[in-house]
């Protein structure tokens, strides 16, 4: 008779349970020490530099409940992320459960790639995007086996107490989000890639790798192609980015907050992620809360002509607005 095979599918439920847990609970124990010994609860996997990890991150550091407030940011460069953020994604519960917006999403869709590397880029299926999308909260909830992942900055959000409408959501999202990182990713990467290297922030382990990433696999070229770079996407954009602009405006001139998204008299959701996505647009004091060193963000030499007319811009035509993110920044932003 031959060797029975031994598969997933032909090991009894209590043994794949417990394997699965032990697994979870050694990938908990690596993040432990990828975060240092710190006696936290919960881990933020990030890209430092990120506007949805900014999101995450200042939901947490002001959330209401000291559950939210009792974690450690583990910072990944993008290349090194791919092969660390997917083996937790995949090992924990929940990982592959994010209903956001991922890298390539943009607000008219995979739309934009000109080219046979961008098609095939772009060409990934959900789940394989999913698998590198950052951030992600990994908790440890109860005994051995009590790790899960909130997979998503909405999701982390909402885990630290702050409510935002669906539609809005879906707006910020789909809309703001993704447009703000095709239109900032585009203008760096074609006017000063220096400074995305120097915006990752991370060790120089992290940054041995993302170098080698860069200069094997060249990462920042499959990311034009699948986030539809160039200047016709930089104009698409900015008019989405407008827009989003526009209906904020206007919900500020009846009301003092957006609070989950259609305004109201309290801080809310809708405030804390319409700002924390406008952030790289407009670099206010507190933005990234000190997880990007100096004054890289706020030098506006590090910035193109093109960059810094498109934020005047918005300055000039949406005053109300710009001076809500400086004001929610100002008084809300806080560790």
């Not at 992600?136 to 998503?152: S, W």
Request: charge should be positive.
């Amino acid at each position: 008779m031959p060797p029975r095979s031994l598969s997933p599918a032909s090991l009894p439920s209590p043994l794949l349970a417990t394997l699965s847990s032990i697994t979870a609970y050694l990938g908990y124990l690596a993040l432990k020490f990828l975060a240092s010994p710190a006696p936290n609860s919960s881990y933020l996997l990030s890209l430092p530099y990120s506007h949805f990890v900014e999101l995450a991150r200042w939901s947490l550091q002001i959330s209401p409940h000291p559950r939210a407030l009792n974690f450690t940011e583990v910072k990944f460069s993008v290349g090194p992320h791919l092969a660390c953020v997917g083996f937790f994604r995949l090992i924990f519960p929940g990982g592959l459960s994010s209903t956001s917006s991922h890298p390539g999403d943009t607000a008219g869709g995979l739309e934009g790639a000109r080219t046979w590397f961008g098609r095939l880029a772009q060409a990934q299926p959900r789940w394989a995007r999913k698998l590198g999308g950052l951030p992600a909260l990994v908790l440890r909830e109860g005994g051995i086996g009590g790790v899960r992942i909130i997979p998503d900055s909405f999701g982390i959000m909402e885990y630290a107490g702050f409510r935002i409408g669906e539609d809005f959501r879906r707006r910020m999202d789909g809309r703001l989000g993704t447009s703000v990182r095709r239109f900032a990713y585009s203008t760096i990467f074609r006017t000063n890639m220096s400074l995305y290297r120097r915006v990752q922030s991370c060790n120089f382990i992290q940054m041995f790798f993302h170098d080698i990433f860069e200069n094997v696999f060249r990462t920042s070229f499959w990311m034009k192609g699948m986030m539809g770079m160039g200047l016709e996407g930089e104009i698409k954009a900015k008019a989405v980015i407008e827009e989003e602009f526009g209906l904020v405006e206007t919900v500020l001139g009846i009301h003092k907050f957006l609070a989950e998204g259609e305004g109201g008299t309290d801080f809310g959701g809708g405030d804390l992620a319409f700002c924390a996505l406008a952030g790289w647009l407009l670099c206010p004091a507190g933005f990234t809360n000190g997880t990007i060193a100096g004054d890289i963000l706020f030098d506006e030499s590090n910035f193109a002509p093109a960059y810094l007319d498109f934020k005047r811009k918005l300055i000039l035509t949406y005053p109300r607005t710009v001076r809500h993110i400086n004001m929610c920044y100002h008084e809300y932003r806080r560790k």
